[in-house]
T-cell receptor, first 114, second 110 residues
């Protein structure tokens, strides 16, 4: 079945440093979504990327979708303590048994030291 | 955000007991999902339902069952709980693009 691998599992940064998490799918995706889960909270939708090579920005967050629609990244510039949490990518299957289902990556736990 | 609610929020149960986790939504969404979250494993899909008459197994359905009582209600049952079902369980709904998650149920099986 479809697998989505996400690295790194953990990232510790000093406030003001940049952060990147990467996602790779075993199959071509219809789209990819990103979620953030604050400590003790539930996942909250951040963004969806649909087109090959798409790049979207939300303030200090930059999301990219690979040309082959099998990989994606989230980059945070100049991290702040409010960025702490777990970031998940989730790929939507393009067909077959993966159709209509999101497969989540393992998540990257971001810690920001003030 | 109280559009997706889960009960109970915390539960400790013993091995072999039957337990039901409940999910209700006021968003009017047809699609509902049950996930479990374990450290280092992300969110894994247990069951999903695209409407009241459509229920499908996810990647880790063994040991679980579900019931879609109405558009707004989707329950997850553990027929005979075992310790490796200790996890954080999330219900989610979806229409169109994004999924909306409930607050989660932390289940401990001793």
């Amino acid at each position: 079945g479809q697998q989505v691998m996400q690295i790194p599992q953990y990232q510790h940064v000093q406030e003001g440093e940049d952060f990147t998490t990467y996602c790779n799918s075993s199959t071509t995706l219809s789209n990819i979504q990103w979620y953030k889960q604050r400590p003790g909270g539930h996942p909250v939708f951040l963004i969806q990327l649909v087109k090959s090579g798409e790049v979207k920005k939300q303030k200090r967050l930059t999301f990219q979708f690979g040309e082959a629609k099998k990989n994606s990244s989230l980059h945070i510039t100049a991290t702040q303590t409010t960025d702490v949490g777990t970031y998940f990518c989730a790929g939507l299957g393009a067909g077959g048994t993966s159709y209509g289902k999101l497969t989540f990556g393992q998540g990257t736990i971001l810690t920001v030291h003030p | 955000d109280a559009d997706v609610t889960q009960t109970p929020r915390n539960r400790i149960t013993k091995t072999g007991k039957r337990i039901m986790l409940e999910c209700s939504q006021t968003k009017g969404h047809d699609r509902m999902y049950w996930y479990r979250q374990d450290p280092g494993l992300g969110l894994r899909l247990i069951y999903y339902s695209f409407d009241v008459k459509d229920i499908n197994k996810g990647e880790i359905s063994d040991g679980y069952s579900v019931s879609r009582q109405a558009q707004a209600k989707f329950s997850l049952s553990l027929e005979s709980a075992i310790p490796n079902q200790t996890a954080l369980y999330f219900c989610a709904t979806q229409t169109g693009r994004e999924q909306y998650f409930g607050p989660g149920t932390r289940l401990t099986v001793t």
